[in-house]
């Protein structure tokens, strides 16, 4: 993954997300009843640091996390804020964030990449245990709908795209930034064992990837 995404930095998939990142945080807050501010951040795959700085004004702290060097090189240049702080992470896990270390959690516009259900599943599990207890995490991913269809059509996906990758040209035709899809049982499942409880959810039923809707969730550390 992380050879996919030091390509991304350098590509112009660095700037396949135009839109305005503050309005966008709103928005991802607001249609979860979440106010936008508290104390420690840990920001979730940052990127080149498009959304970090609005996080760093309204955070007293931000733990801003990547899987890329060259992302975090680029997010270092763009937010020269004293309160922010970047850490490289595995892609396996969030090593190098402490357990209870934040009372929010950002994970926007990640999970659809990761390319094993595993991984999803760890990164939940990760959210679970970065989170001190009573605290938020704001998850956006793709969920795969319901019907033999789309889970034929996951299994087809899941075999042809790894042999796809070795072919593709654009990063964007790699497995590790293709994804993977969940299931609504394999979600419940794992926010279940992530110590983790839904305390809202909201949905778009169209999403830019195949037998999928958007979801968006608070998910909220048990005390």
């Not at 305005?20 to 795959?45: H, K, M, Y």
């Not at 996080?55 to 702290?61: G, P, T």
């Not at 659809?112 to 001190?132: D, I, K, T």
């Amino acid at each position: 993954m992380r050879a996919t995404w030091d390509a991304a930095a350098t590509s112009q998939r660095l700037h396949a997300y135009v839109g305005d990142p503050g309005a966008e945080l709103e928005s991802l807050f607001s249609r979860l009843g979440a106010d936008l501010g508290g104390d420690v951040c840990v920001e979730v795959g940052c990127g080149p640091g498009r959304m970090t700085g609005y996080l760093a004004q309204r955070f007293r702290r931000v733990i801003a996390v990547d899987i890329s060097p060259a992302m975090l090189e680029r997010a270092r240049a763009a937010v020269p804020a004293a309160n922010v702080d970047f850490r490289l992470v595995s892609g396996e896990r969030l090593d190098g964030v402490e357990d209870a270390a934040c009372d929010t959690a950002v994970c926007y516009l990640v999970l659809q990449h990761l390319p094993h259900r595993r991984l999803v599943l760890s990164y939940l599990r990760e959210l679970g245990r970065v989170l001190a207890p009573g605290g938020r995490a704001l998850v956006q991913l793709p969920v795969l709908r319901e019907g033999a269809r789309p889970r034929l059509w996951r299994a087809v996906r899941t075999a042809v795209v790894p042999l796809a990758s070795l072919l593709a040209r654009d990063v964007a035709g790699r497995a590790s930034y293709r994804g993977f899809r969940l299931t609504e049982s394999e979600l419940a499942a794992g926010i279940a064992a992530s110590g983790l409880q839904v305390a809202a959810r909201d949905e778009s039923p169209s999403s830019p990837y195949r037998f999928a809707r958007e979801v968006f969730l608070r998910l909220e550390r048990r005390a």
